[in-house]
C-alpha cells in the first residue's frame, strides 16, 4: 500500500486540515457524480479496472513498483484498463496491439504528454521538449536538439568523439587502479562520473580539472539528477487532485523547486562564463550550449528559459538512462559468466588483446549490440515511457479513452510477453542475433526508445555511448563477485528503471601490456 495518505495524520496538526479536508470531500463528491453520470452514457464504454473507493478511487492500493503492480492488473482487467488516481482517470495499455493503435494510428492525438507538476516546476514551466505539448514550441526544440547536438554527423565529429574516449580511458586508468589493489569498485558510481562527463562537456565543454575536483561537481549533479528525477517519479496528491496543488501537501514541489533552483545557479554561472569567453568570437565555441545561444539570438520565440530547459533535458535525460542500462547490463552478465566470455571472444577477435576499444569497433560488434537490446528489452530505462495525454477522446482496444486522461504504456510488460518471446524472462541476447529488431520504434513488440513523434531524442548518443562503454569494461577487465555468490538484479521503479541496490564487483586485469590501461 502506499503511503500518500500519511499526510492527511500530518496535516491533522495543521491549521489548513479542516478547510483542505472539506474541499476535498465536497468537490470530489460533486467530481465523483458527475463522472459516474457521464460515464454510464459513454459507448464504447471506459476500460474495465479493479474497484476503488469514492473520492480516492484506486490510490490507496498503489504498489510503489508500477511496472509490476500494473502486469499483475493486466492479467486480471485485461491489455487496455482503468484505474482512477483520485481525480485522474488512467489507463494502461499492456498489448502491442493496443500500443500501435496509440503510437502509430492516432500518434498526433497521442502526442502530449501528461505533465506532472514536479516536472513542469523542474523545467521552467515545462518549456523543454520532454513535457512541452505537441505545439509550435516542441518541433522547434526538438530540430535544434537532434539535427544541431544529437545527430550522428555531430556526435561523430573528430572533437566529440575525442572527448568521450578521454572520458572512458580515465575511467580504465582508474579501474586499473583498483584492479592492481584488489579492491572493489561501485561500477555505477564510476559509470556515471564517465557519462556526466560526456554530457556536461558536449553541453559547455567545461572540463573539470583535477579529479577532486570532478568528483566534487560530480556528486553535486549526482545528488541534484537523483533528487529531481526520484520527486517527478513519486506519486503525488497534486497530481490527482489539482484542486490541491497549491497546498503542497507532501512537500513534493518545494523539493523539486529547491533543487532546480541549485541547477540553475550552476546553470547561470556556466552560460555566462560561456558568454564572457565568446564576447567577439561568437561561434567559436564549439559545444552545444553555442549552439543553444546562437539559436535562441536568431529566433525570437526561444528564451533563456528554453535554453536552460533543454540543459536540464540533455541532462538529466543523457546520464541516468544510459547509465542504467550499462550497469543492468554489467549485472546481468556477472551472473552469467558464460555470456560475459563470448562477449570478450567477439571483442577479441574484432578489436585484438593487444588493442583498445575505439568507436569504430563498436559496429563490429553484433553480439554486445545484443546485449544491449536484450538489457532494453528486461529492464527497459523508462518502463511505463513517459505518460501520454490524448488531445482528443478515442476509442483504443474497443474501450472509450476520454482526453485529458492519463495513458501509461507497460513497454516493461509487453517486452516480457510470453506469446512473443521465449522463455521471456531469461538473459539471452542470442534472440537479438538473427531477429531484425532495432531501436526504431516500429515494431511494438519492442521499443525501449518509445515510438512516433516522441521517440527519445537521443538514441544515437545513447547508443554510442552504451556500446562504446559496455565494450571497453568487457574488452579491458574480467569482473569478479565473492565465490559463490550472485549479483542482486531486483529492480527499483520510477520514472527510469535502476538496479535496487548498486553493483559492486571487482575488476581483474584482461590484457597484458601495462599501456592498454593508459
Ligand atoms: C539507453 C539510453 C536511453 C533510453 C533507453 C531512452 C529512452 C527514452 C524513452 C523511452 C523516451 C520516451 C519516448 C516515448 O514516450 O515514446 C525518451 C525520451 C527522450 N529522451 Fe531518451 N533514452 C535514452 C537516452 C537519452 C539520451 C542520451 C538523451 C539526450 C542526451 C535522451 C533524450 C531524450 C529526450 C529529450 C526525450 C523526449 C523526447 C520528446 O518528448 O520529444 N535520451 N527516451
Redesign the pocket.
Given at each position: 500500500m502506499t503511503d500518500i495518505f500519511t499526510f492527511f495524520t500530518i496535516q491533522n496538526r495543521n491549521d489548513h486540515f479542516d478547510f483542505v479536508l472539506a474541499t476535498i470531500v465536497i468537490s470530489s463528491v460533486f467530481w465523483y457524480i458527475w463522472v459516474y453520470v457521464k460515464s454510464k452514457r459513454l459507448f464504447p464504454p471506459l476500460p474495465p479496472g479493479p474497484r476503488g473507493l469514492p473520492i480516492v478511487g484506486n490510490l490507496p492500493f498503489l504498489h510503489p513498483e508500477l511496472h509490476t503492480y500494473f502486469h499483475s492488473l493486466a492479467q486480471k482487467h485485461g491489455p487496455v484498463f482503468k484505474l482512477w488516481l483520485g481525480a485522474k482517470l488512467t489507463i494502461v495499455i499492456t498489448s502491442s496491439e493496443a500500443t500501435r493503435d496509440i503510437?502509430r494510428t492516432n500518434d498526433v492525438i497521442f502526442a502530449n504528454?501528461d505533465v506532472p507538476v514536479a516536472g513542469s516546476l523542474s523545467t521552467y514551466g515545462g518549456v523543454d521538449?520532454?513535457w512541452s505539448p505537441y505545439g509550435p514550441e516542441?518541433p522547434m526544440l526538438?530540430k535544434i536538439?537532434i539535427n544541431k547536438m544529437?545527430s550522428n554527423a555531430t556526435l561523430d565529429s573528430n572533437s566529440f568523439s575525442a572527448l568521450r574516449r578521454q572520458e572512458t580511458r580515465r575511467t580504465v586508468r582508474y579501474l586499473a587502479d583498483r584492479a592492481r589493489a584488489g579492491l572493489a569498485v561501485n561500477v555505477g558510481e564510476q559509470i556515471f562520473v564517465t557519462i556526466l562527463n560526456v554530457?556536461t562537456q558536449m553541453l559547455w565543454g567545461e572540463t573539470v580539472a583535477d579529479d577532486e575536483e570532478r568528483e566534487k561537481v560530480g556528486a553535486e549533479f549526482l545528488e541534484l539528477i537523483t533528487e529531481i528525477i526520484d520527486v517527478v517519479g513519486k506519486p503525488n496528491v497534486s497530481d490527482f487532485f489539482p484542486v490541491l496543488s497549491r497546498f503542497d501537501l507532501q512537500g513534493l514541489a518545494k523539493r523539486v523547486r529547491r533543487s532546480a533552483q541549485r541547477m540553475d545557479r550552476m546553470f547561470d554561472r556556466i552560460i555566462s562564463q560561456r558568454m564572457g569567453m565568446d564576447k567577439g568570437s561568437k561561434g567559436n565555441g564549439g559545444d552545444f550550449l553555442m549552439v543553444l545561444l546562437n539559436a535562441k539570438d536568431e529566433d525570437e520565440n526561444m528564451s533563456m528559459n528554453h535554453v536552460k530547459a533543454l540543459l536540464m533535458?540533455?541532462v538529466l535525460?543523457?546520464t541516468d538512462?544510459?547509465l542504467n542500462?550499462i550497469e543492468f547490463a554489467m549485472a546481468e552478465l556477472i551472473n552469467k559468466l558464460e555470456i560475459m566470455k563470448r562477449a570478450q571472444q567477439e571483442l577479441d577477435k574484432v578489436v585484438g588483446k593487444n588493442n583498445i576499444v575505439e568507436e569504430k569497433h563498436i559496429t563490429k560488434l553484433p553480439y554486445i549490440l545484443s546485449i544491449m537490446k536484450e538489457t532494453?528489452r528486461l529492464h527497459?530505462?523508462?518502463p511505463l515511457?513517459?505518460p501520454?495525454c490524448p488531445s482528443e477522446t478515442t476509442v483504443i482496444g474497443g474501450y472509450t479513452i476520454p482526453n485529458d486522461s492519463k495513458v501509461f504504456i507497460n513497454?516493461w510488460a509487453i517486452h516480457r510477453n510470453p506469446n512473443v518471446w521465449e522463455n521471456p524472462l531469461e538473459f539471452n541476447p542470442d534472440r537479438f542475433l538473427d531477429k531484425g529488431y532495432d531501436f526504431s520504434?516500429n515494431d511494438y513488440s519492442y521499443f525501449?526508445?518509445?515510438?512516433?513523434?516522441?521517440?527519445?531524442?537521443?538514441?544515437a548518443?545513447?547508443e554510442k555511448?552504451?556500446l562504446y562503454n559496455l565494450a571497453t569494461l568487457l574488452h579491458s577487465f574480467d569482473w569478479r563477485i565473492g565465490e559463490g555468490e550472485k549479483v542482486e538484479l531486483e529492480e527499483k521503479f520510477g520514472i527510469l528503471l535502476k538496479l535496487k541496490n548498486p553493483l559492486v564487483a571487482t575488476p581483474v586485469l584482461r590484457l597484458s601490456d601495462p599501456n592498454l590501461f593508459l
Open positions: 503510437l504528454d521538449i520532454v516542441w526538438r536538439c544529437l554530457v533535458d540533455m535525460g543523457g538512462t544510459s542500462t532494453l527497459p530505462a523508462l515511457l513517459i501520454r513497454v520504434g525501449p526508445f518509445g515510438s512516433g513523434r516522441r521517440i527519445c531524442a537521443g538514441m548518443m545513447a555511448v552504451v
